[in-house]
């Protein structure tokens, strides 16, 4: 293990941000992690992952770890589950695609988010119908401080919409190093009535849909929408869907009556972000090299040139016009720093 100085840090996140950090090193192991920490226990630390869900603004004055922790095994399985466990530097996607190639159903309308494993929690990402916690049966971690590990069970996570108990009670506390999750072997619970892909799987007369075939769909889905950051950088959503009180929902409905929406409670609806910033006009426009993508307005884009800042001034306009328009407040999902 090597610490770099003033490394670029342009590959190590999708928007594909020129940032460089003042340290920085890569870990493959749980006891290297421990070594870096332990060594540097004085040093003002950033842990970045796959670098999917962040925003760089500044050049990072910092110890940049880059957790690379690689595996994947099955601690325990029946005839009808598995119980699969993968560290937290393997990439999100292809972990989706092994668990498919083996017949492990749960993941399939999470394929093609970007990002990795142990910042999957974090976020408790989600698509389609389906969010992280529904399989996810614990987080392995380690104390930044005390060096122990910790496991937290899927209630300590304490999760919500795009929510954790790590970006809130413990956030900076802990580096999640692997995710265990419980997956179906048969009898799969199939989620296909969200979004798009009952129409994808009827254009294919796809009727008993497997795990690989919606999973296929939501991957059509998601690259008729959404840029490939190696293309066109991007950090996939930016913004969460807003979810307001049914006071705010019942005026804004009479302001726009058009406007789409899902019922959470019968006090609470989601409205989509992307609807309110396209309905904003911002769909496709472009500010220099930050940019509204044209067939999604809810990502955010680096025309290839842009500064982080550059794209925070962008979104904090977004917001601004999305409120004075609906009274609506829209949040980032990506984290800026």
């Known amino acids: 293990m090597q610490i770099e100085e003033y490394k670029s840090l342009k590959s190590y996140n999708t928007f594909g941000i020129d940032c460089t950090a003042r340290y920085f090193i890569s870990v493959n192991t749980v006891a290297q992690l421990k070594q870096v920490l332990s060594e540097n226990s004085s040093c003002k630390l950033f842990i970045l992952g796959g670098g999917s869900n962040m925003l760089l603004t500044a050049p990072l004055d910092a110890l940049v770890i880059h957790v690379n922790l690689k595996g994947i095994e099955i601690p325990k399985e029946t005839k009808d589950e598995v119980l699969i466990k993968a560290m937290a530097g393997e990439n999100w996607h292809e972990f989706v695609q092994y668990c498919i190639a083996h017949d492990f159903g749960g993941l399939e309308n999470l394929s093609l988010i970007p990002g990795n494993v142990g910042t999957a929690p974090i976020q408790n990402i989600g698509a389609y119908g389906v969010e992280l916690k529904d399989t996810l049966v614990s987080c392995n971690t380690l104390n930044i401080q005390t060096l122990e590990e910790k496991e937290f069970t899927k209630e300590e996570c304490n999760f919500g919409y795009r929510n954790s108990i790590f970006k ?170």
């Open 168 to 337: 809130n009670e413990v956030r900076g506390q802990y580096i999640v190093t692997s995710v265990t999750f419980r997956l179906t072997k048969r009898n799969h619970k199939k989620i296909i009535s969200y979004g798009d892909i009952q129409r994808v799987l009827a254009e294919k007369n796809i009727e008993n849909p497997s795990i690989k075939d919606i999973s296929d769909a939501v991957i059509a889905i998601r690259q008729s929408k959404l840029p490939d950051p190696k293309i066109l950088g991007n950090s996939g959503s930016f913004f969460k869907n807003p979810v307001i009180e049914l006071e705010t929902f019942e005026q804004f409905r009479l302001k726009f009556p058009q406007a789409p929406f899902y019922e959470v409670s019968p006090i609470q609806f989601k409205i989509p972000a992307g609807w309110l910033i396209e309905n904003a006009g911002f769909k496709g426009k472009r500010y220099g090299d930050a940019g509204v993508h044209k067939n999604q307005a809810l990502v955010l884009v680096n025309h290839g040139n842009a500064t982080g800042d550059e794209i925070w001034q962008l979104a904090l306009r977004i917001q601004k016009r999305v409120f004075e328009m609906t009274g609506i407040e829209i949040e980032p999902e990506v984290n800026v720093f």
